[in-house]
């Protein structure tokens, strides 16, 4: 089990209730519904089509960092153009996980007053969607994508430059994840530098970029206070999200986590880092 | 001007006095012994012989993390066996930069009771002389070099599993080296992850690693209470001194730092990463 919203979703219910927006085709196990459930996932803006479900496979250079896609099937994402339940439309945090970017606008124009919109990408959509892409990236508060993607959105291989260029696309927020070397945000506050979790073992780590920013989503919308004063601990909390993904395939070690074994890890990569 | 034990010397040099033992060649320019000696830098180890001064050269990907050596000439390293200095023997803080294993062994030998020695390394050591180095690593309390090197000492792609062979080794403290992605510190203390100080314009990152080392050395040696203590901010201070390396060609805009400019980066790096 894997796709953009399955990572988010579970990563995001360990800290507040999610609404869940996404299709799946007929052959989707139903034991993947249960396990939506039982991480009290909203259901309602997922819809089964007839068709495929969305289907990726890559593979990972020794180092776990850099992936090759090997084939995207998109399946009955081909068609999918959502309207969203009425109970989802006035949720104010809004996470536009990996998808084209097409899509991603269609279902951001259907929310109401949303507080706080963040859009995750992938070489894939600024390969064939660039302008949609474009598009998208104006509209949203935080802009999320790998080190790779922001060097080629930019043609800038200096991140620190790459990030300034893509402020100048529109959003106050933009996070570059930089995989087992941590993450950078870029924001009102200026630049936070955060650490990846440090793990013995790295089974896959497809996935772990969603859980990242389904993580940071879901503590910030229930995190007290500004966003501002919230984001650098919600990139800490969805780093150690990521952490659990990737010591196993598809969703496997990240289901087992639990709020306390997230809130251990967190302490821990405090300890890790202070000085 | 280049060479590990300029650039560590310098980097050295704005925390503690620093005596300096080397050979450099008769062509050595007299401008650069000005420049040791604005620093402070004890000269009584250096020697001058006839013949070339050791050379380097090498490129880097545009990256600026991965380099290639091109050529590297010993010149008049390849006969020195120095003798030290009587006044250098009581040496608290030993540093034994980057250079043939088999000449830091023999310039520790010469120390009487050193409290910490760390040593520095480089690919080239691990391709021609890895029983020598491996010797070296007994000895010392802290061995540092870089990602690449680490993974091909232990022949583990994974940098904690790599750490903890380096341990077995011999050195109570490892420290992982990785451009402009931090360092690792594995010691009695557990992991400490340092982040890079970000850099807006990297013209050369020639003599990071060494500056770093250098600073962190210089630091720790005048800091007060035990090691394992001021470790950590040891290495904040080895990276903000080696992102002053980076931003000029040899030792250029090193020996533009100042103590004060040194302070304020590290303050910069705690707020960028605190969380």
Redesign the interface.
């Known amino acids: 089990m894997g796709g953009s919203a399955s990572h988010a979703a579970v990563a995001a219910s360990f800290f507040a209730p999610v609404k869940l927006v996404g299709v799946v085709g007929e052959d989707f196990p139903r034991k993947y519904i249960q396990l939506y459930k039982r991480h009290n996932i909203d259901l309602e803006g997922l819809q089964m089509l007839p068709g495929k479900t969305f289907h990726w496979s890559g593979e990972y250079e ?2 776990m960092n850099n992936r090759r896609t090997l084939l995207t099937e998109l399946g009955v994402f081909e068609t999918f153009t959502p309207t969203l339940p009425k109970s989802y439309q006035d949720s104010k945090f809004v996470l536009l996980a990996n998808i084209a970017p097409a899509l991603q606008s269609h279902v951001l124009s259907q929310m109401r007053r949303p507080k706080f919109v963040a859009a995750d990408t992938m070489d894939l959509w600024l390969n064939i969607a660039l302008p949609d892409l474009l598009k998208l990236i104006k509209q949203v508060d935080c802009f999320v994508l790998n080190d790779s993607e922001a060097r080629q959105l930019t043609q800038d ?2 991140l ?2 790459a990030l300034k260029k893509i402020h100048k696309l529109g959003p106050k927020y933009v996070i570059i994840k ?1 995989g087992e ?2 993450a ?1 945000l870029s924001g009102r506050n ?6 990846a979790y ?5 089974v896959d780590p497809t996935g772990a970029g969603d859980s990242f920013v389904g993580g940071l989503m879901g503590y910030l919308s229930t995190a007290r206070g500004s966003v501002d004063s919230n984001l ?2 919600a ?2 909390y969805g780093s150690v999200v990521a952490s659990f993904c990737c010591e196993g395939f598809g969703l496997n070690t990240t289901v087992r986590a639990t709020r306390k074994a997230i809130e251990k890890r967190f302490k821990e990569l ?6």
């Open positions: 020794v180092n291989d200096h620190l430059s930089k070397h941590g950078i200026g630049l936070f530098l955060s650490s440090p793990l013995h073992h790295v650098r601990r990139m800490i405090a300890r890790l880092t202070r000085f």
